[in-house]
């Protein structure tokens, strides 16, 4: 019997839509949504100022639309300026934390260390992380890509327990691949998320590892999502630029969905 595991579609909107663009933008996705019934999960993570208005408009009964905050700290509360908690976050009614986006560890020196410190505390706050890991080019250039995940794999999830790994989702995200217009090939994406999975498969066992859904980010559009998401390990995408359009994030769901067999 084939393995399901059902696809997320999640959108990273970065630094982009304050609670009013994030309300527009959510009464018209929602419109396009409605009767869609997408054989998958759907994720928006909006910056922090604009949570409070997502929860209140996906808070409704049966809206198919979950929410994620896009950082959060490895501390529980006290002189940490600028930062917020997993607790913090959770009374937004939000189910995911995305952690260890490859600008997190670029730009703000999130290491290995602080990132496995966050996907704990989000654990007990029982959020699910969308953990994100991936490769610069120089470094797959160096032949150093087993390398690079191995290590960001073993690292960022020391300590996490089998439940914890099933509710994590992890997101293969190429550096070289973000925001550049440049899409891995399905073959080097493919082999990628394989890998991924092994990983996983030696630090959890197999049976679990099948449990864990995979996701690809970098460049993901309305006219790639279908190539993407018919690869067998790849169970999703995140989802930057495309993302930020009502229509182009439908349009590209409902590409990728097209190749699911339910
Ligand atoms: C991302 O930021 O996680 C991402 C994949 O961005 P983009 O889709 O714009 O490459």
């Known amino acids: ?58 808070g409704g009964p049966k809206v198919p639309v979950q929410l994620a905050a896009q950082n959060g700290s490895q501390k529980d509360a006290g002189a940490f300026t600028g930062e917020v908690s997993m607790l913090m976050l959770k009374e937004f009614y939000l189910h995911y934390v995305i952690l260890g986006h490859s600008e997190r560890r670029a730009i703000y020196g999130e290491t290995d260390e602080v990132i496995n410190a966050k996907m704990k505390k989000a654990r007990e706050a029982n959020l699910k992380p969308i953990f994100c890991i991936g490769e610069t080019l120089a470094e797959r250039e160096a032949g150093r890509l087993e390398e690079v995940l191995g290590r960001q794999i073993t690292k960022g999830l020391e300590g996490l327990s089998e439940k914890d790994m099933v509710d994590t989702v992890v997101a293969y ?14 073959a080097q994406a493919q082999e990628a998320h394989a890998f991924v999975r092994g990983e996983i498969a030696k630090l959890y066992g197999a049976a679990v590892a099948n449990k864990v859904r995979i996701q690809y980010g970098g460049s993901v559009k309305p006219d790639n999502a279908a190539e993407l998401m018919a690869c067998p390990d790849i169970d999703g995408a995140l989802v930057g630029g495309a993302a930020l359009d009502p229509t182009s994030f439908f349009e590209l769901i409902k590409a990728g969905c097209s190749v699911i067999e339910e």
């Open 1 to 58: 019997m084939p393995i399901h595991r059902k696809p997320i579609l999640a959108a990273n909107w970065k630094m982009n839509k304050g609670p009013s663009e994030t309300e527009d933008f959510l009464k018209s996705f929602l419109g396009k949504l409605q009767g869609s019934g997408f054989p998958c999960e759907i994720v928006i993570a909006p910056p922090f100022v604009s949570l409070a208005k997502a929860a209140e408009i996906l």
């Open 173 to 186: 995200e190429p550096v070289w691949a973000i925001g550049t217009g440049v899409t891995a090939t399905t």
